[in-house]
């Protein structure tokens, strides 16, 4: 069964710290993953996009990371901002011959940065 | 701005009223597709247009209907909703390359929040 999981569910931290937020998924066969961040009562916006031969892509000051062998995938955020209080959402495509891609998406992790 | 947008950003709707959200993009995509966003669950794809991409999803409820008449623009029509359909509704455009082997990033709208009395 595809399956996404992300943890930790929520995370809370201080404004200028470091955080690492996790992906592991068991979508067979794999295309591609992305990160998304999602603003409360606003539509996901994409952060990062990687196939199966990339394993890091940085975006400002965030970075993920995928290691496709043990299907896991990292998001860190560097001298978190007040603005990136937000959910995190990692979805995975699934590529099938004939042009027919699923998306899973994991439940998201929801992260509050305070001052 | 995503180049995708939604009205209405927010509705209220009785259980035998009709009405239907609209959602238009302008980044020049050929594939368009409607999330539903319920509390604390992962997104959920319902529909997709597309030459390249189909929804496996039958458990849409046949009380939403889409409807796609060009590139740019996307409907979905509700009637006799229940109020578990209450979710934040988003729509998403994407360029679909030929032979689908292109990671497809997806552009969202800010979404429809609906409530259904």
């Known amino acids: 069964k595809n399956q996404v999981e992300q943890s930790p569910q929520s995370l809370i931290i201080l404004e200028g710290k470091n955080c690492t937020l996790q992906?592991?998924?068991?979508?067979?066969?794999?295309?591609?993953l992305r990160w998304y961040k999602q603003d409360t009562g606003r539509g996901p916006v994409s952060l990062t996009i990687?196939?199966?031969?990339?394993n890091t892509k940085s975006n400002g000051r965030y970075t993920a990371t995928l290691d496709a062998d043990t299907k896991q995938s990292s998001l860190h955020i560097t001298a978190s901002q007040l603005s990136d209080s937000a959910s995190y959402i990692c979805?995975?495509?699934?590529?099938?011959?004939?042009?027919?891609?699923?998306?899973?998406f994991g439940a998201g992790t929801r992260l509050a940065v305070h001052p | 701005e995503t180049g995708v947008t939604q009205t209405p950003r927010h509705l209220v709707m009785g259980m035998t009223n009709k009405k239907s959200l609209k959602c238009e993009q302008h980044?020049?995509?050929?594939?368009m597709y409607w999330y539903k966003q319920s509390a604390k669950k992962p997104l959920e794809l319902m529909f997709v247009?597309?030459?390249?991409?189909?929804?496996e999803n039958n458990s849409v409820p046949s009380r939403f209907s889409p409807e796609c008449p060009n590139s740019s623009h996307l409907f979905l029509h509700l009637h006799t909703l229940q109020p578990e359909d209450s979710a934040l509704y988003l729509c998403?455009?994407?360029?679909?390359?030929?032979?689908?082997?292109?990671?497809?990033?997806?552009?969202f709208g800010p979404g429809t929040r609906l409530t259904v009395l």
């Open positions: 979805v995975v495509s699934a590529y099938y011959p004939g042009g027919y891609n699923k998306l899973i």
């Open positions: 247009y597309s030459l390249e991409e189909r929804v």
């Open positions: 990687m196939t199966f031969s990339e």
């Open positions: 998403a455009s994407s360029r679909q390359a030929p032979g689908g082997l292109t990671p497809k990033e997806q552009f």
């Open positions: 980044l020049g995509h050929n594939a």
């Open positions: 992906c592991n998924y068991t979508v067979s066969p794999f295309s591609n």
